[in-house]
């Protein structure tokens, strides 16, 4: 079985109504792009999910991959508290860093606490967190579907991510299971001068090249970025979508574009991405 599904999607926590407090309103539109990307993926049943996260632990010139035996979240605002826990898919993790390894990509495998058994749990991060709220979530189904988290260094060029992007594919269609590739990708951090990192014309630039190419279905050009446009619009996503961007040179999947926000002092988009 191949990859069912793809997401591009945000992980501004405000998006969780729990944790919206007075910005509720304010954060509708990334809300309602959310829950329709999670009506899409959980359509495609996916029983995996590989969550590409930029804000979990990074391992220098590697690509982390989870490997504890499973990883929960804890997010709270305003004296609301929203929990994630999901089983870790070990073996594709293991398949993952195998065949990466394979390909000249480095990779480090990560687990947390006890070797085995309940202390087994790495930490989840936002960055998978707010995608699995609405994607995957455990209310929904008997049990959590299970995960594998990646973690990309920044030190890897696009190409490198785009290529384990392909890697992704090609170990997914050598299981059985059915696999969701997610690429949880805030966009550009610097649209507000009061936000805490300033402002700078870059990060509108960069944005509206973002949209303008997810829009066109053309995500290979995001792996040619200006580096300058990067360094002062300030965007984290563009990693997680380059492991997409590979992945869809193998997959025949249609593109869907669902919505782009910037509430506060970062942009937001969601697409999917299903099978024709």
């Known amino acids: 079985m191949s990859l069912v599904v793809g997401a591009i999607v945000p ?3 405000e998006a969780i109504p729990a944790l919206a407090g007075e910005r509720l309103e304010l954060f ?10 999670g009506r899409t993926v959980q359509a495609a049943d996916a029983e995996v999910m590989v969550v590409v996260t930029p804000h979990g632990i990074r391992a220098e010139g ?16 305003g004296g609301a508290r929203v929990v994630a826990n999901h089983p870790v898919d070990r073996g594709l993790a293991l398949a993952l860093s195998e065949a990466a390894e394979a390909a000249g990509i480095p990779t480090a495998l990560l687990s947390y606490g006890a070797s085995s ?25 008997p049990s959590a579907p299970r995960v594998v988290t990646v973690v990309p260094s920044r030190a890897l060029s696009f190409e490198t991510l785009a290529h384990f992007g392909e890697v992704v594919h090609a170990v997914a269609a050598a299981r059985e299971e ?6 949880s990708s805030d966009l550009c951090h610097a649209h507000d001068p009061n936000g805490p990192y300033g402002y700078d014309p870059a990060a509108a630039v960069l944005d509206a090249h973002i949209v303008d190419r997810v829009k066109a279905d053309d995500l290979p050009a995001l792996l040619r970025v200006d580096p300058t446009l990067i360094e002062h619009g300030k965007p984290d996503g563009l990693w997680q979508i380059a492991v997409l961007a ?31």
Do not use: K
């Open 11 to 13: 992980h501004g926590g």
């Open 28 to 37: 509708r539109p990334t809300r309602e792009g959310l829950e329709a990307a």
């Open 62 to 77: 590697r690509l982390a991959l989870s490997y504890s035996e499973r990883t929960e979240g804890v997010m709270e605002h």
């Open 117 to 141: 058994g309940p202390h087994c749990c790495l930490p989840m991060d936002w960055g998978a967190q707010v995608p699995l709220h609405f994607l995957a979530p455990a209310t929904e189904r």
């Open 178 to 183: 059915r696999t969701a590739l997610i690429a």
């Open 246 to 276: 590979g992945a869809r040179r193998h997959v025949a999947w249609r593109s869907t574009f669902l919505q782009y926000q910037v509430p506060t002092y970062f942009g937001m988009l969601s697409a999917v991405y299903t099978a024709p």
